[in-house]
């Protein structure tokens, strides 16, 4: 689907230069001199790399068409991370340096969105938290404050974790799957 460079919005996927890219900014730029252009952060979805463009305003880009999907996650093998559509039963394999750091954090079982261009998966959003059991737990160091004071602890999955100091070895945790960080104790 053709767009004018002024309709890019952070967010759209341009099919640019036979490559994929995710835009991240765009910024409407009006020099005294000469017409006015759109200048775009692009990153590529598949390596990663990033790169500035200038498009001037009436110039069209292919904007690429992306289907949203939810499926259930069920195991990790080799690399790889299989995902099955609930409605389909197909299964599909997305290698998990595609998921990144929440890889973590996967769930058999666990509901996720897959973004999919073509049937080819470019990326995966888990839920924004997990519960998780917390392993390890330093004992608490008397006298500091309980402010400040979180002390470092291990999940199940083998992440560390600063926890508060009430947390103890065998207490389950909401866990955010963006960043690892603990939100709250679970709720049973």
């Given at each position: 689907m053709k767009i004018n460079a002024i309709d890019i919005k952070p967010g759209?996927?341009?099919?640019?230069?036979g490559k994929l890219w995710i835009v991240l900014k765009r910024e409407l730029v009006q020099p005294g001199k000469g017409g006015?252009?759109?200048?775009v952060e692009l990153r590529d979805l598949?390596?990663?790399?990033?790169?500035?463009?200038?498009f001037r305003?009436?110039?069209?880009?292919?904007?690429?068409?992306?289907?949203?999907?939810?499926?259930?996650?069920?195991?990790?093998?080799?690399?790889?991370?299989?995902?099955?559509?609930?409605d389909t039963y197909e299964q599909i394999s997305v290698p998990l340096e595609t998921i990144g750091e929440p890889g973590d954090f996967l769930r058999e079982g666990m509901?996720?969105?897959?973004?999919?261009?073509?049937?080819?998966?470019?990326?995966?959003?888990?839920?924004?938290?997990?519960?998780?059991t917390v392993v390890e737990a330093d004992p608490v160091v008397r006298g500091q404050t309980a402010a400040s004071s979180y002390k470092p602890g291990k999940l199940e999955n083998?992440?560390?974790?600063?926890?508060?100091?009430?947390?103890?070895?065998?207490?389950?945790?909401?866990?955010?799957?963006?960043?690892?960080?603990?939100?709250?104790?679970?709720?049973?």
């Open positions: 759209n996927v341009l099919d640019h230069q006015a252009f759109a200048q598949k390596s990663g790399t990033k790169l500035n463009e200038r305003t009436q110039e069209t880009v292919e904007r690429a068409r992306l289907d949203e999907k939810e499926m259930q996650y069920l195991y990790s093998e080799g690399g790889e991370a299989t995902f099955m559509d609930n509901i996720c969105t897959l973004m999919l261009h073509e049937g080819t998966p470019l990326s995966v959003t888990l839920p924004p938290s997990v519960v998780m083998g992440r560390k974790v600063m926890i508060p100091p009430f947390i103890e070895t065998g207490t389950r945790i909401l866990v955010s799957t963006a960043d690892g960080s603990y939100i709250e104790r679970a709720k049973d």
